[in-house]
């Protein structure tokens, strides 16, 4: 073996397989963590967990929300269909907002303060909507979102189409930093 001549070195495939095997191995490695993480949040979302129930006061249900940076707590906030309903909001720390388009909800929330909403029906069909903060908060503005649940929708797999592109994107991105290694190397 130690006597093979120089000329004999199979040089392309032996320089480029075992660098190929390691980019593959450290590829996997980057994408399937966050990747199960991603259809762990999709499929169990933890804010489920903390699903607000508020108190009813007479005939409104008030249901307390933080606000942070960057996010909403309790993440998810049910209701049942044609309830009247009524968000105390308090901000942890800065300006954020506090919006539910299909309720006609926006509000300011001024910091380490507690905000009411007017008190709104939930006419609305059973279903799953978008709370998201109405005013620029930083680098995690646009993923500073919750969910109102009206009702007891199925799950429908219209949900799940943001995760999935994540995880599409997530797979794109990783997919080519293994290309750009295999060429580098
Ligand atoms: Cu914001």
Not at 74 to 89: A, H, K, N, Y
Not at 127 to 155: D, E, W
């Amino acid at each position: 073996m130690s006597e093979r001549p120089l000329g004999d070195l199979p040089r392309f495939p032996a320089a480029t397989r075992p660098s190929l095997r390691r980019s593959v191995a450290l590829t996997l490695l980057l994408v399937i963590p966050p990747a199960a993480l991603i259809v762990l949040m999709a499929v169990w979302p933890p804010g489920a967990a903390s699903t607000a129930e508020g108190v009813v006061r007479d005939g409104v249900r008030e249901i307390t929300i933080r606000a942070y940076t960057w996010g909403f707590s309790p993440r998810v906030v049910s209701v049942d269909p044609q309830e009247t309903v009524r968000f105390l909001i308090q901000s942890e720390d800065i300006h954020h907002g506090f919006a539910i388009n299909e309720l006609g909800v926006n509000v300011q929330l001024q910091p380490e303060r507690q905000t009411r909403t007017p008190a709104v029906r939930a006419d609305l069909p059973e279903g799953v909507y978008t709370i998201h903060c109405s005013i620029f908060c930083g680098l995690g503005h646009v993923s500073m979102k919750g969910h109102l649940v009206v009702g007891q929708p199925a799950r429908s797999l219209a949900g799940l189409l943001p995760w999935a592109a994540s995880l599409a994107g997530l797979m794109m991105v990783a997919g080519f930093a293994a290309l750009v290694r295999r060429e580098g190397g």
